[in-house]
């Protein structure tokens, strides 16, 4: 289990990769790998056990809570912290003031932004694919915090060159943020822009006070060895980026 460094006392940060060595044979080659995607027809027995094997890793930081979510590509956050819903809830970010509970988030391209303050005692983690990001998921996510976050992780997601969009998807950011124009370069074909995520996401948490934005510097599409990605294979995994305090 690698951990982000740089990150305050008892806060701990990361993701997963394609490989684990307790992952499952699959019955499905596409999925081969730790997948912990429930909805992409994987075996539930199998996505279940990698989930319980994430748990397992964490105990030994204290951690006897796990919090998933269905995703959707929204802006609705959800703090949660002793409770535990047996109903998933619906949204794509978590905040938690509480110890020993992990947030996790699911991607294979779109940008896992985890949040959190000076003093290690609040985080956030949130899934910020274009429509999250132009929408306002992170906005939303740090308006839900009860502390001001003061730092960033950005995991794996789809970098520029590979990431191409059509001019809606860059309308849709440029009408909100004219600045944002840098994060977008023109296309082989008339009409189509190859978007910056990573660039996009540290300017609106610049804007909103955030300086300190660590990562940022991987592909999911291209490090294929490490990462599931969906614009490569459209059947395929999920990771996981989490977050906990210990």
């Not at 994430?54 to 959800?78: P, R, Y």
């Not at 950011?173 to 978007?195: D, I, N, Q």
């Not at 660590?214 to 999920?238: I, V, W």
């Amino acid at each position: 289990m690698q951990f982000v460094q740089g990150l305050p006392q008892g806060v701990f940060v990361g993701q997963t990769r394609v490989h684990h060595e307790k992952t499952l044979n699959s019955e499905q080659p596409e999925l081969a790998g730790f997948n912990v995607a429930l909805h992409v027809n994987d075996q539930a027995h199998r996505v279940q056990q990698h989930r319980m094997t994430l748990l397992e890793d964490f105990a030994e930081f204290g951690v006897n809570k796990i919090t998933w979510m269905t995703q959707t590509h929204s802006t609705i956050c959800h703090t949660v912290n002793d409770q535990i819903t047996f109903d998933a809830l619906v949204g794509d970010g978590l905040v938690t003031q509480a110890k020993s509970h992990a947030l996790m988030m699911m991607t294979a391209d779109c940008l896992p932004v985890v949040l959190g303050n000076a003093e290690g005692s609040e985080v956030a983690n949130l899934h910020a694919g274009w429509r999250g990001l132009a929408n306002g998921i992170v906005e939303n996510t740090i308006a839900t915090m009860q502390t001001k976050p003061t730092w960033a992780w950005l995991g794996a997601a789809i970098s520029q060159p590979c990431f191409e969009i059509g001019a809606e998807v860059k309308d849709a950011f440029c009408s909100k943020y004219p600045t944002l124009e840098s994060a977008f370069l023109a296309g082989k074909v008339a009409g189509k822009f190859y978007a910056d995520l990573y660039a996009i996401a540290r300017y609106i948490l610049n804007q909103h006070g955030i300086e300190t934005v660590l990562g940022g510097n991987q592909c999911s599409y291209t490090q294929a060895d490490e990462y599931f990605s969906y614009r490569r294979e459209a059947k395929t995994g999920r990771m996981t980026t989490f977050v906990f305090i210990r």
